[in-house]
Nanobody, 113 residues
Framework: QVQFVESGGGLVQPGGSLRLSCAAS????????MGWYRQAPGKQRERVGI???????NYADSVKGRFTIARDNVKNTVYLDMNSLKPEDTAVYYC???????WGQGTQVTVSS
């Protein structure tokens, strides 16, 4: 039932970096477009970015130039590399296939001095 498991969140100071991982348990993972999403307290969930099956990426303007999505189809894993983190990046981060309604537990990222 649980297809994607996020990990790697934590507390980081402004300007710091963090790598999030998304482990997939689906034998057809390599064919999926995957997305990273986040939800901050009191706000709607937003899409951070996506990566296609062939590695093409697209990012929200708020993270463009700071975040990078990558995938390793051998390991069935998608990564979110976050740099130059800002307090407004504080949120629970999720990975999922676009258009899928089921959401996992996510991983908490807190950016604070």
């Amino acid at each position: 039932q649980v297809q994607f498991v996020e990990s790697g969140g934590g507390l980081v100071q402004p300007g710091g970096s963090l790598r999030l991982s998304c482990a997939a348990s689906d034998r057809f993972f390599s064919t999926f477009t995957m997305g990273w999403y986040r939800q901050a307290p009191g706000k709607q969930r937003e899409r951070v970015g996506i990566i296609t099956s062939v590695g093409s990426t697209n990012y929200a303007d708020s993270v463009k130039g700071r975040f990078t999505i990558a995938r390793d189809n051998v390991k069935n894993t998608v990564y979110l590399d976050m740099n130059s983190l800002k307090p407004e990046d504080t949120a629970v981060y999720y990975c999922n296939r676009p258009g899928t309604s089921y959401w996992g537990q996510g991983t908490q990222v807190t950016v604070s001095s």
